[in-house]
């Protein structure tokens, strides 16, 4: 294979790849796709940046993350549940951190979506979200 052909098989496997890995859809009505992610200052974490829709009148169904959440509401408006505190609204320009390993869900009981930049600061390796009971 000369280097040209070469060189384009790995572009388009590294593209394949991203967009196997960029959208992470957690329950009906949540969609999470990555924007960014890097490597930060504390060893065996990375910060991912993703974009994360929850439809009108869906949940994001109860979940957790390997290291923080920190969110920043661009639209709407959402019912914020993380386990220990009372529910929270959140709306277009609030913000939100969720500790690691904390147990959390939102309702959009509206009729326009909510949409949000999360930041999550997260052990390597492991997955972004994971379904809780």
Do not use: W
Not at 39 to 48: I, L, N, Q, T
Not at 107 to 112: C, D, L, T, V, W
């Amino acid at each position: 294979m000369n280097i040209h052909k070469r060189g384009a098989a790995i572009v388009l496997g590294g593209l394949l790849t991203l967009a196997a890995g960029g959208l992470f859809a957690q329950a009906s009505g949540l969609t999470r796709v990555m924007v960014g992610k890097a490597d930060v200052s504390m060893p065996g974490r990375e910060a991912v940046v993703a974009r994360v829709d929850v439809a009108p009148g869906a949940k994001a169904g109860r979940h957790t993350h390997p290291g923080d959440e920190i969110s920043y509401v661009l639209e709407g408006e959402a019912t914020l549940l993380v386990d220990g505190q009372a529910p929270r609204q959140v709306k277009a320009g609030e913000s939100f951190v969720v500790p690691a390993g904390v147990v959390h869900d939102a309702h959009n009981n509206g009729s326009n979506p909510i949409k949000l930049i999360g930041v999550y600061v997260v052990e390597k390796g492991k997955p972004l979200a994971t379904p809780a009971s």
